[in-house]
């Protein structure tokens, strides 16, 4: 007679499992701000709406919460491939937090789904440990997540990532692009590398077209090709938070884009009203070593390079003319994050002009 089947001969442990979850309180109280609440052994997070808490020192009369949703993508296939898992938990929450930004929001929380094919205790702390991590540069709260344990869908050894954002913005300065005008001037904050996007193509370029190895250094970059394309995507809220705290008065910036799959071809126009466009003017910007390198390693055209990556550039303000040199500086004097002005709003079809 066969033994009797359970849960564990079907590739799930519970005792591991809960091992697991043991783990993970401590990586996500960190997070925490004044305004979460503790709900023990509960089904959900919890966030008050209280107004005597204050948030970014604004009184909030008629707020407009602002959600973003969004994985890492095949920059995974590196994570699995080096058993280096600590950075990509970043990469979740820069993707949604980044895009909240652009509404002109402050982050509030952040959720995660973690979905494997076996539990790994110490895994799953990597990963939520770099989702901690990013939240803590984003200055939201992890309130509450998900952990799937998915027998046979995924191999052993990988895993997929999803986060969710959730923002929030007084209505009266929510950028639309409404208030973007011609002879606006458009500001590059820099990335820190090919952030999440892009890496189908890299991923071909660097292993299957040249044949390097992950630990191979490459002396273009001053580090290994795992350490160049792991980097972790580039948080902005801190360099946003600074511009806003000193011009307080004025409303000076116009629009914000996050610069992702599309690259600043497609992503800039999505912030501009009708009969604008924008001028970008190359060489206004450092375009840091990874992406000549692999331009070059690739044989890839330049329209192809502006389309799929970043180039440097890892968000685009658009702002008052007037004030864009001073902003300028104060980004990169306070926030410590490269900012270039690169270029300017014309009359237009919503598209980019490069000069």
């Given at each position: ?21 043991a ?28 107004a005597?808490?204050?948030?970014l ?5 008629d ?9 890492v ?24 937090v ?6 002109g929001?402050?982050?509030?929380l952040?959720?995660?789904?973690v ?6 205790p ?8 770099g989702?901690?991590d990013?939240?803590?540069e ?8 998900e952990?799937?344990?998915?027998p046979?869908f ?5 895993y997929?990532l999803?986060?969710?954002c ?68 580039r948080i ?11 011009y307080?008065?004025?409303r ?8 992702t799959g ?28 990874v ?53 300017d ?5 919503r ?5």
């Open positions: 007679m066969s033994e009797p089947l359970d849960y564990r001969s079907a590739g799930v442990d519970l005792n591991t499992y809960d091992e697991t979850m783990r993970l309180p401590p990586l996500m109280r960190r997070t925490f701000t004044p305004r979460v609440m503790e709900w023990k052994d509960g089904f959900a997070g919890l966030f008050r709406l209280d005597h808490i204050g948030l020192s604004r009184t909030y009369r707020p407009v919460l602002v959600a973003s949703t969004d994985g993508g095949t920059k995974l296939k590196l994570a699995f491939a080096t058993g280096r898992h600590s950075t990509v938990g970043v990469d979740l929450v820069a993707m949604s980044n895009d909240c930004l652009c509404a929001a402050e982050p509030l952040f959720l995660d789904y979905a494997m094919s076996k539990d790994d110490e895994l799953t702390t990597q990963v939520v440990k989702i901690s990013g939240c803590i984003a200055e939201c709260a992890l309130i509450g997540g952990t799937a344990i998915l046979e995924y191999q052993p050894g990988e997929d999803a986060g969710f959730l923002g929030v913005v007084e209505r009266k300065l929510l950028l639309n692009g409404q208030d973007v005008r011609a002879g606006d001037k458009v500001i590059g904050l820099a990335s820190s590398g090919l952030h999440s996007n892009g890496y189908s193509l890299a991923r071909k370029i660097v292993f299957d077209h040249a044949g390097l190895a992950y630990d191979d250094h490459v002396e273009a970059l001053g580090r290994t090709v795992a350490d160049e394309l792991l980097a972790p995507t902005y809220t801190r360099a946003l938070k600074e511009v806003y705290r000193n307080r008065v004025k000076i910036v116009h629009g914000i884009a996050h610069i599309g690259g600043l071809t497609d992503n800039t126009p999505r912030i501009l009203p009708e009969g604008l466009g924008v001028v970008l003017r190359r060489g206004s910007w450092d375009v840091p070593p992406f000549p390198w692999l331009q070059s390693l690739g044989s890839i055209n330049d329209d192809e390079m502006f389309r799929v990556f970043n180039m440097g550039v890892g968000m685009t303000m658009i702002v008052a003319e007037y004030y864009a040199e001073s902003i300028v500086r104060h980004i990169n004097q306070k926030a410590k994050i490269p900012a270039w002005i690169i270029g709003v014309v009359p237009g079809n598209e980019v002009e490069w000069a």
